[in-house]
């Protein structure tokens, strides 16, 4: 694993700002940007919506790619990183993988519901057509810290 590039702006920062406010609203504190990789331009933001929308489908991830690709009008967006506090799904890493996304940067490991470095492993199966660059762990202990709260006060 390779480390994200350094730009002025902490994409990770507007990540988890996004899951906090998503945790306000009742929505599972999950948060995401995408970044054109070379420029640094921020192309969307999102936390989870699922509740909001009651749209099963309205995950963080999936807001931002479908929020970025309207922002360039392109079905791929090759030059871009996902930057996401939690592991991205099966689902989500599916969707990153056919957005053709340059990197994924995630921060808690998700071992139970995880589809990159847990569970279906998508980007590992031979049936994926692109594979991004993965960087785990980033910020780890304040997504973990976040989730944990978040279910905490539910249980």
Do not use: W
């Not at 995630?106 to 569970?119: E, L, Q, R, S």
């Amino acid at each position: 694993m390779t480390a994200a590039p350094a730009f002025p702006v902490d994409f990770m920062a507007l990540a988890f700002g996004e899951a906090e406010a998503a945790g306000a609203r009742g929505e599972v504190p999950v948060g995401a940007v995408i970044v054109d990789a070379i420029s640094g331009e921020i192309l969307a933001r999102a936390g989870n919506e699922t509740e909001a929308r009651s749209d099963p489908t309205a995950h963080a991830e999936i807001l931002v790619i479908r929020a970025a690709a309207a922002k360039v009008a392109a079905p791929r967006l090759a030059g871009c990183d996902l930057y996401v506090t939690l592991e991205p799904c099966a689902m989500c890493a599916a969707a990153a993988s056919m957005a053709r996304l340059r990197r994924v940067v995630y921060g808690a490991y998700d071992p139970k519901g995880g589809g990159v470095d847990h569970g279906a492993r998508i980007f590992a199966q031979a049936t994926c057509h692109h594979r991004p660059e993965v960087v785990g762990g980033v910020g780890a202990s304040r997504a973990e810290a976040l989730l944990k709260d978040f279910f905490a006060v539910r249980r």
